[in-house]
Nanobody, 120 residues
Framework: VQLVESGGGLVQAGGSLRLSCAAS????????MGWHRQVPGEERELVAI????????YRDDSQKDRFIISRDNSQNVIYLQMNNLRPEDTAMYLC??????????????WGQGTQVTVTT
């Protein structure tokens, strides 16, 4: 399974970005997909997960109000719509896929990441 992200960039605080992640390879191996983010020198953190059936999970309630994860199963693509971005959202956003359960597991497949930078 290969994951390729796109959609990152530079945006002012309060702006929006939509990240995309396209999966290729043995997509039948994928149970769920999602996004993590990482800032240099800090631990990687989960942002959101979406199951094959469309159930969603957001790690942080404040992100749930601003971020929307969705998927297009026909295209094997997931999206992360990020609204009202804040400087603290600046990070490398990494697409993740799980073969099995997601609880407590960091993910089985990873993309290279797409950089999101939010300026004041």
């Amino acid at each position: 399974v290969q994951l390729v992200e796109s959609g990152g960039g530079l945006v002012q605080a309060g702006g929006s970005l939509r990240l995309s992640c396209a999966a290729s390879g043995d997509r039948r191996a994928i149970n769920a997909m999602g996004w993590h983010r990482q800032v240099p020198g800090e631990e990687r953190e989960l942002v959101a997960i979406i199951s094959r059936g469309g159930a969603t999970y957001y790690r942080d309630d404040s992100q749930k109000d601003r971020f929307i994860i969705s998927r297009d199963n026909s295209q094997n693509v997931i999206y992360l719509q990020m609204n009202n971005l804040r400087p603290e959202d600046t990070a490398m956003y990494l697409c993740t896929a799980w073969k099995g359960p997601t609880t407590g597991r960091p993910g089985d497949y990873w993309g290279q990441g797409t950089q999101v930078t939010v300026t004041t």
